[in-house]
Structures are given as structure tokens and as C-alpha cells.
């Protein structure tokens, strides 16, 4: 069963930068495309950047150019780095898998002040 903890996020002013981390158990990350997620209070959960297990990399157009996802297999990790915050950026992050098969962890709280 593969568990997801995700940690970084926290409270930041408008044009800020904070970097996201998401560790992965189990055996599976090497040859997995991750994906960063995001849901704000009252809307659905959507994807926001993906990265495939040779680093290619996708975006939603509300982050793209502001956001960056990387991962590094030997620590089972991926990231997302996060620019120029916007207080429309507020949302609890999530990552999983691209297809968002796996159980969902408890994902960690970005707020940014306008």
C-alpha cells in the first residue's frame, strides 16, 4: 500500500515562494507519473503539474510559468516548487499518482495573503 506525506506548505504573502515536498512508500516511484494537486475550500480537487518518470513535466495554465515539479527517485520524492504566489493559490496540496489511484495523504495547507 503505497502512503503519501506531504509537507512545506504554510502562511505567505502575496508574491512569495514556498517549496512543497511529497514523500512516497513503497517500491513503485522509479517508474510512476506524479502529480501535484490542489483543492481550495469549496471547489473540486484539481491537478496542477505532472512529471513523468523521465522528468517531462506538464502544467495547468493557472501555474504554469510560476510553478515547477521535480522528483528525485533516490528519495522517493517529488516537489513542487512554487513562485510568485498568488492569493488564488490558497488550497490544500496533494500529490499521488498522475491517475490519483493510490490513497490520498493528508496533504499540507498553503495560504497566501493578499
Known amino acids: 500500500q503505497v502512503q503519501l506525506v506531504e509537507s512545506g506548505g504554510g502562511l505567505v504573502q502575496t508574491g512569495g515562494s514556498l517549496r512543497l515536498s511529497c514523500v512516497t512508500s513503497?517500491?513503485?516511484?522509479?517508474?510512476?507519473?506524479m502529480a501535484w494537486y490542489r483543492q481550495a475550500p469549496g471547489n473540486e480537487r484539481e491537478q496542477i503539474a505532472t512529471?513523468?518518470?523521465?522528468?517531462?513535466?506538464n502544467y495547468a495554465d493557472s501555474v504554469k510559468g510560476r510553478f515547477t515539479i521535480s522528483r528525485d527517485s533516490s528519495k522517493n520524492t517529488v516537489y513542487l516548487q512554487m513562485n510568485s504566489l498568488k492569493f488564488e493559490d490558497t488550497a490544500v496540496y496533494y500529490c499521488?499518482?498522475?491517475?490519483?489511484?493510490?490513497?490520498w495523504g493528508q496533504g499540507t495547507q498553503v495560504t497566501v495573503s493578499a
Open positions: 499521488n499518482h498522475q491517475w490519483g489511484f493510490w490513497p
Open positions: 512529471i513523468n518518470s523521465a522528468g517531462s513535466t
Open positions: 513503497g517500491s513503485t516511484f522509479r517508474f510512476s507519473a
